[in-house]
């Protein structure tokens, strides 16, 4: 079982950065298509962004533009830097890994955009 955890959260007032790190167990990190989602009170799960084993990233119509998915294969880790944060951007932030039929999810980050 892939364990993964996410750090990097907080409380940030609109227009702020935040960089989310999620660090994987397993020694096939490279192998493994990673991604970034979200969920907000009352509502469901939602994509972020992507990113494959040969680094081919997607985003939400919501990222795009304001954030950058990458990973770093040597320290089993991924990033989500976000920019240009707004109070609707506020949602516990977890990260998924799948690797053909196992996936599995971090505990979740909080981000909270707020003055």
């Known amino acids: 079982q892939v364990q993964l955890v996410e750090s990097g959260g907080g409380l940030v007032q609109p227009g702020g950065s935040l960089r989310l790190s999620c660090a994987a167990s397993?020694?096939?990190?490279?192998?493994?298509?990673m991604a970034w989602y979200r969920q907000a009170p009352g509502k469901q799960r939602e994509l972020v962004a992507g990113?494959?084993?040969?680094?081919?990233?997607n985003y939400a119509e919501s990222a795009k533009g304001r954030s950058t998915i990458s990973r770093d294969n040597a320290k089993n880790t991924m990033y989500l830097q976000m920019n240009s944060l707004k109070p609707e951007d506020t949602a516990v932030y977890y990260c998924?890994?799948?690797?053909?039929?196992?996936?599995?999810w971090g505990q979740g980050t909080q981000v909270t955009v707020s003055s």
């Open positions: 998924n890994y799948q690797l053909g039929r196992y996936n599995s």
């Open positions: 397993g020694s096939i990190f490279g192998m493994y298509t």
């Open positions: 990113i494959t084993s040969s680094g081919q990233t």
